[in-house]
């Protein structure tokens, strides 16, 4: 059974960084494509960032490219999500998640592995 623990959230300054780490275990990593999503308040999960199975291939939502960075070491079973730039809009419970598809994938639908989220407050 894949599991996935993220870590590394926290309260930062506008304008900060932060990076996010997401540990996989169960199966074999570098199977899996992986992404982030976040969910604020009131809001619905929205997609954040994706990369293939192998890492190479990446894809953004517009409100984060050229900020956040997201990075897979099959090595260390972990994907990270580096956050530069934060924004206080950028305050979320952020949610890795784990797909058998190879490809980047952007529709949460099409991941069957989540983690339990973590929190990120980016203060004005």
């Known amino acids: 059974q894949v599991q996935l623990v993220e870590s590394g959230g926290g309260l930062v300054q506008s304008g900060g960084s932060l990076r996010l780490s997401c540990e996989f275990s169960?199966?074999?990593?570098?199977?899996?494509?992986m992404g982030w999503f976040r969910q604020a308040p009131g809001k619905e999960r929205e997609f954040v960032a994706a990369?293939?199975?192998?890492?190479?291939?990446?894809y953004y939502a517009d409100s984060v490219k050229g900020r956040f960075t997201i990075s897979k070491d099959n090595a260390k079973n972990t994907v990270y999500l580096q956050m530069d730039s934060l924004k206080p809009q950028d305050t979320a419970v952020y949610y890795c998640?784990?797909?058998?598809?190879?490809?980047?994938?952007?529709?949460?639908?099409?991941?069957?592995?989540w983690g339990q989220g973590t929190q990120v407050t980016v203060s004005s």
């Open positions: 169960g199966r074999s990593f570098s199977n899996y494509a």
């Open positions: 998640a784990a797909s058998t598809f190879r490809r980047t994938v952007v529709s949460g639908a099409e991941y069957g592995y």
């Open positions: 990369c293939n199975w192998g890492g190479s291939g990446t």
